[in-house]
């Protein structure tokens, strides 16, 4: 059983991932609270953090999330409860994206630049695209290469 939301706040992170995967497969509508908890208590709008690769959302299987997320957002029509539209899938790319090994696996997604970009151009929110600038620059941080990100923002 999945537990309330107002219980799942002080859960830790591994558990919280657990939960929100669960209630995703099952189309659970309790899943909207859980992402927005977890994205709350670990959302920030600054750069400062972003020098040295944060993995703990990586290591508690919060690259599932970050993959489901890519494939809802691309298709919000199909689903009967839909969890991710642009700002939340921007808000969880600022969580997501702080891992290097995430990172490296977006800038593989032949439309993630574009989705970023997307979602930046949709939104009504007056922070999404300060998010999706910082979700930018997460992903020009982690590149392997120079001039990854940026070759597939100028296209």
């Not at 992402?35 to 690259?63: H, P, Q, S, W």
């Not at 409860?81 to 800038?107: A, G, M, P, Q, Y």
């Amino acid at each position: 059983d999945l537990p309330p939301d107002r219980l799942f706040g002080p859960l830790p992170l591994k558990q919280q991932i657990f939960f929100a995967q669960q209630a995703l497969e099952e189309e659970n509508e309790l899943g909207d609270s859980y992402i927005t908890r977890m994205i709350i208590d670990r959302i920030t709008f600054g750069l400062d953090r972003v020098a040295e690769a944060k993995n703990e959302f990586y290591e508690c299987g919060g690259k599932g999330i970050h993959d489901e997320a890519i494939k809802r957002y691309r298709d919000l029509t199909n689903q009967r409860v839909k969890f991710f539209n642009c700002d939340r899938f921007i808000r969880l790319l600022n969580i997501s994206l702080e891992s290097k090994e995430i990172s490296r696996d977006f800038l593989s997604v032949d439309d993630g630049i574009a989705l970023i970009l997307k979602a930046m151009k949709e939104t009504t929110e007056l922070y999404t695209p300060h998010l999706g600038t910082r979700a930018l620059a997460l992903l020009a941080i982690h590149q392997p290469k120079d001039g990854v990100v940026e070759k597939k923002i100028a296209q």
